[in-house]
């Protein structure tokens, strides 16, 4: 036959491509797919930083709570029969005032003022108190100041605790001596004469170190959308017996602190009152002292895309509605304090 005259057979139905209608819709379908795997991740990431945030909140939280809950239920703490009224030694005592000094001891040495504080609204005052203006500062729109002395909880001097560092504050007081309050003194000082408590040394002679706490919100010096990161302070005595400013916790919002008075001496509560005019603003009444309520609001590091937090926060004397896109978390706690 001849090759024009050849048949060729249409080819099988099944054998042939897809037609551009059919890819067209292929494609839809697919990024349909796509697009709903997509929501279905960017879902799961963004409970999961929700989550992730909410659980650093809750560490941090739990952690600044009962951290200056342990402080404030040693308030007042000197170890043995320690009479702060007549304590001496080579440094001794310091009168209490509103003042912290960013250059001496003197901060460190108030025993008498067991616990202190300012609240918010005392700007002049706080901004008075020298040594919170080190480091990076006190933010004075984030809560109050609180202020606790005691001695450490643990001994120092003999041969299995810590041995005593220059300029360091000590402080010794011994239970069977009931005629000497206590001494107190530096690291170098401690075999000077004037802070022997006897010759020998009572058996229920104890020497600790001297601890003055200060517990305020501060910036953290890091950022997030060019906004600032709070976090709770701690001014504490560093090696010099200067105050020194450490951060506690990281993303801490507000602190807020009630007092509870026993105004009758019948070792009861009779009132709750926030530091300040009108409240506690004198030594007599920080004297009577006898529990004391923290609250403690933590903020996540980064504001939440599509959440407004319009929560309000009621605090003691503060009542917070932040109205932003950051979540929070508060914690309160009371605490009596021990040692009176």
């Known amino acids: ?39 279905i991740y960017l879902g799961s990431k963004k409970s999961f930083n929700i989550q992730n945030s909410l ?3 809750q560490e941090n939280g739990r952690y600044a709570t009962e951290t200056v809950a342990q402080d404030l239920r040693r308030a007042g703490y000197w170890g043995g029969n320690a009479d702060v009224s007549a304590v001496t030694g080579t440094e001794g005592t310091e009168t209490p005032a509103a003042t912290c000094s960013a250059t001496d001891n003197t901060w460190g040495r108030m025993l008498d003022q067991r616990i202190f504080g300012f609240n918010q609204d005392q700007t ?6 020298a040594c919170l203006n080190k480091g990076d500062g006190k933010d004075y729109s984030r809560g109050d100041v609180v202020v606790v002395r005691f001695a450490a909880p643990w001994v120092i001097g003999g041969t299995t605790t810590p041995e005593y560092e220059d300029n360091h504050l000590y402080i010794r007081s011994a239970l069977t001596i009931s005629e000497e309050a206590g001494r107190v003194f530096k690291g170098q000082d401690e075999a000077d004469g004037a802070n022997a408590m006897s010759t020998p040394p009572a058996p229920s002679e104890r020497t600790s170190e001297l601890l003055a706490r200060a517990y305020y919100i501060g910036p953290s010096g890091q950022t997030c959308q060019g906004a600032a990161v709070p976090s709770l302070y701690r001014m504490n005595l560093g090696g010099s017996g200067v105050p020194v400013a450490e951060e506690i916790a990281y993303g801490i919002d507000q602190l807020q602190v009630q007092y509870g008075l026993d105004t009758d001496g019948d070792n009861s509560l009779d009132s709750w009152l926030d530091a300040g005019v009108g409240g506690l603003d004198e030594d007599s009444e920080w004297e009577q002292v006898i529990a004391a309520r923290i609250w403690v609001l ?4 980064c504001p939440e895309t599509g959440y407004t937090n319009i929560n309000t926060y009621a605090m003691g004397d503060e009542n917070y509605t932040p109205n932003d896109g950051y979540r929070r978390q508060l914690y309160t706690m009371t605490v009596r304090l021990r040692n009176l």
């Not at 090759?3 to 292929?26: C, Q, Y």
């Not at 933590?298 to 590091?301: A, P, Q």
């Open 1 to 39: 036959m001849h090759p024009s005259k050849r048949h060729f057979r249409n080819p099988p139905r099944d054998n042939r491509g897809f037609s551009l209608i059919e890819l067209m819709v292929a494609m839809v379908i697919t990024l349909i797919l796509l697009a709903g795997i997509a929501q």
């Open 55 to 57: 659980g650093r909140q």
């Open 298 to 301: 933590t903020r996540g590091e």
């Open 124 to 129: 002049t005052e706080i901004g008075n108190y």
